[in-house]
């Protein structure tokens, strides 16, 4: 068969090849040279004593010599991977015979340390198969010689004794070698393995300088630090044929090293418990001054931004510092957050025990100062940073704002948030008692809300983007005072509180369309999306602060849950008529339904209180339903006079069940007709009005109480009575086309018929088989199956009727 038929066989449609031939053919090769190195491995060390020495020097020799002459035939030949194998297994005898030699004591070898022979073989062999790849155009013993120039200097230090430090001084200096070579031969693939050398050794050396007791120990682990300063420096300013990334990247390690090791120094000598802030100072100090370097001519030094005045040099170097000592201080502050965080929610445990035990416990508020330097030190470089990159910002508009615009907005809004712990901390700091702390908190929260409120009312026009900041700081201020107001009641009375109000004031400033003070200004613009969205959440804020306030008044005057929910329920109500009042005022909808919804919630809340007191939930059900009444008024919410008349109802029924009362018709027929009759009325005189408005509360005042009395009652005339009058609600819905007589009525109707004959079908179940209720039940099924579609469209015309009734 031809050589290519089955290539073409292939194509035309036989089995696909998965491994092309170079695959196959490298795989081959790869395992044969395997193959021969172990069988190598094998002969020296089972093999090795039944020979002389002569015969030993012998075959070895012959063998890596064949093996390292034989890639220069193989490629004449054009056989260019085998020889390569060839070349990698010489070069894997070379270390075999070194072994060997040094098994047989040539030349006293068996006399030399392990660590120092072999660290002189890997690094004799290293040059050797450079040379040897050079001079044999082969691709492969390069790598070979990259990997085994890994060796000496680890082994070197082994050789001597030498510890950690002198590990990372090894993998930096054979790194610096690493380099120096690929600058003169232009080899990619070397300077990537040195990079990683690199790292690895600096990241030896660092983990080394952070963790020794001892003043000494640091001036030794110095010496790779330095080491590695000066490789990153070297390389981004004398080596300018690297890639900007390469540049900065080695600038910022050696900023890193330079960090650590002064960091290190300052750990030995600082007192307990500064360590983190002695490594961020310096972080900081390199963070301000990249940035001001960056921030030169108004702009930070990228490539594509940096002029004439700004070499790329100059750029990278900049670019580096920045990222590290921002990523350095950012390293310790994530090893300080812990006290931080701590030192934040500490009035939070006392609280919990206050408010869900019951008991005061005696606690202590104290915070370390180097946790809060590191803070205040984060704090300065984002606002160093924010200063500087503003000086870039145009016309201030969002909605024009440009990606660096936008990065000097999230920097001042980062600077602005680090800043509200770093401030309020501080008296806990100072060792200020708790009350002097909160009182703080509270004036900050106070002055904040007065600051946003006049620059709202004097400076309406002024850019959105200056409001964002003030918002999100006050949002922190007023979380932490709130959270720390937990640890005493007459405390979260008191801000709490404070807080309602300037949530109101707030809220009700950023609402007003115009809010100009100036006598002869322009009507001044509508409020802007965020002092609208602020406005929402500052008004549901107030009414859920007032709830707050409701619930701590009762808990500290020890009175009972469902006595508490009264109070709540009052809150709901203020928040109603508040809600109502700011609907009049033009531009205030979206607040005004915000604010009463979150009263709704309240009022939820306050029913949910009195839920297992039925007197005191009778009396919220009518309070409620009232106050239901009273906000039907408004002419956009008519239909919450169908809730509160279901409250109202709902109150009835539960006193009627307080009273122990079996005839409830007594009591619910009289409100029955008269709300009957006020429906008839409404309906002749409004024509648009719905059957539900009319007479869905009429109707269920008496049918739905008497239903339940039905199901434990065992006499028939009340059975009897009822299904009468369900039945003539349903005829008249039917005749008159109107829902809630028919859906009310037949729904009754079908309860009452289901109650009657509930008895007779327990019975007639009692009396069959078992297996017939399954039958039925099956046969059901496949009718309800078969028929499904039929009576899915005549329940849609069903739905479709009654929606369309009155």
Known sequence: MPAGSGTAGGAAGGPAREVSAPSARTALLVVGGVLVVVAALVFTVVSWGRLGIGGRAAVLLAVTACALALPRPLRRRKLTATAEASAAVGLALVLLDAYAAREAGLGGLDRMGTAGYWAVVTALTAVGAAVYGWWQRLRLPLPIAVLLARLPGLLGVAALGGGPEDYATAMIATAAVDFAVSTTLGTGMLRAVGGGWALLGGALAVAHAVSVPSPAEVVRAWVPLVLLALLGTALCRGFRALPFAWRSGSEGVAVVALVVAVGAGLRCIAPAGWAVAGYAAPAALVAVWAAVRCARRGRWAKPAESGPSTPPREAAAAVGELIAGSAMLLLTGVVALPELAHALARPALPGMALWLDGRATQWNWQLATAPLVVLWLAVSVLTTMAVLRARTIGDGHTDQLTPTDQLAHALRNAAALAAVPALLLLPVAL????????????????????????????????????????????????????????????????????????????????????????????????????????????????????????????????????????????????????????????????????????????????????????????????????????????????????????????????????????????????????????????????????????????????????????????????????????????????????????????????????????????????????????????????LLGATYEKRLTEARRLRDTVRNMG
């Not at 809220?507 to 322009?522: D, E, F, M, Q």
Request: aromatic content about 4%; charged content about 10%.
């Open 431 to 782: 060792g200020l008692p708790y009350g002097w702390v909160l009182a703080i908190a509270a004036a900050a929260s106070v002055a904040l809300t007065l600051t946003i409120v006049r620059t709202t009312v004097v400076m309406r026009r002024s850019p959105e983007s200056t409001l964002v900041p003030r918002l999100a700081v006050l949002s922190a201020t007023d979380a932490l005072a709130l959270l720390w107001s937990s640890a005493d009641r007459v405390a979260v009375l008191t801000v709490w509180a404070i807080f309602a109000a300037s949530a109101a004031v707030l809220a009700h400033v950023l609402a007003t369309p115009n809010a100009s003070n100036t006598p002869n200004a322009p009507t001044a613009p509508a409020a802007r999306p965020a002092e609208r969205a602020t406005a929402r959440i500052a008004g549901a804020s107030a009414v859920l602060a007032l709830g707050v306030e409701a619930v701590a008044a009762g808990i500290t005057a020890q009175l009972p849950a469902h006595v508490t929910a009264f109070a709540v329920l009052a809150a709901a109500v203020v928040a109603a008529g508040a809600a109502a009042a700011w609907h009049r005022i033009p531009g205030r909808g979206q607040v005004s339904t915000a604010v009463e919804g979150t009263g709704y919630l309240l009022a939820v809340i306050a029913l949910a209180l009195t839920a297992l007191h039925p007197d005191a939930l009778s009396l919220a059900l009518a309070v409620t339903g009232v106050a239901g009444l009273a906000i039907a008024l408004r002419p956009d919410r008519r239909r919450a006079a169908l809730v509160g008349t279901a409250l109202l109802i709902a109150s009835s029924w539960v006193r009627l069940a307080l009273a122990d009362v079996t005839s409830p018709e007594a009591y619910t027929l009289p409100v029955t007709a008269v709300a009957l009759a006020i429906g008839h009325r409404r309906r002749k005189s409004t024509p648009g009005t719905s059957s539900w408005a009319a007479y869905g509360a009429g109707l269920s005042a008496t049918m739905l109480p008497s239903l339940a009395a039905t199901w434990s009652d065992e006499n028939w005339v009340r059975p009897l009575l009822l299904g009468t009058a369900a039945l003539l609600a349903t005829v008249v819905g039917v005749r008159t086309r109107l829902q809630a007589p028919l859906v009310v009525g037949s729904g009754v109707l079908l309860l009452v018929g289901a109650h009657e004959l509930a008895p007779t079908v327990v019975q007639v179940l009692g009396l069959l088989p078992r297996w017939v209720p399954l039958a039925a039940a099956g046969l059901l099924l496949l």
